[in-house]
């Protein structure tokens, strides 16, 4: 895992957790980095320094390393989480990229009504939730062993 320090236009500086420089590039893109503060998906990579480890120490006298611990509430509700996405994978139909197209279709009564899931940004998005048009993100979340 990669932790990126970030900004957006508006020069919001946050902080988030990547699986890899690509995977980071990959969200970017897609629009699922966006900015907690004004919700911007221009979002850019800041300077900062790299955590290197030291391999002059002996483990007996490294430093230790801050971690966190996920409480039990926190485990049930990543466990939820995952169970929404799975369910949701495995019952709805994938309309990829169509997302907004197809959920428009279905709210005006141009196509039948189903659940569905697919691609889209989160400008598409919003602009779907003013429609009155009911849409949810799905959430990605992190493998268990981070």
Request: aromatic share 6%; glycine share 4%.
């Amino acid at each position: 895992m990669i932790k990126y320090a970030l900004a957006c236009e508006q020069a919001h500086e946050f902080e988030s957790w990547f699986p890899s420089s690509d995977a980071f590039e990959t969200q970017r893109k897609r629009g699922f980095v966006t900015c907690p503060f004004c919700h911007s998906e221009r979002i850019e990579k800041q300077i900062m320094a790299p955590s290197v480890s030291r391999t002059d120490k002996t483990p007996a006298t490294r430093e230790p390393q801050p971690v966190a611990a996920l409480t039990e509430k926190e485990r049930e509700i990543r466990t939820m989480l995952r169970a929404l996405r799975e369910h949701v994978t495995q019952n709805a139909e994938d309309v990829g990229k169509g997302f907004a197209e197809e959920a428009r279709k279905m709210h005006y009564g141009e196509a039948e009504q189903r659940s569905i899931y697919g691609e889209t940004d989160s400008r598409e998005a919003q602009a779907l939730m003013e429609e009155g048009i009911d849409v949810l993100p799905l959430p990605l979340v992190p493998d268990d062993r981070n």
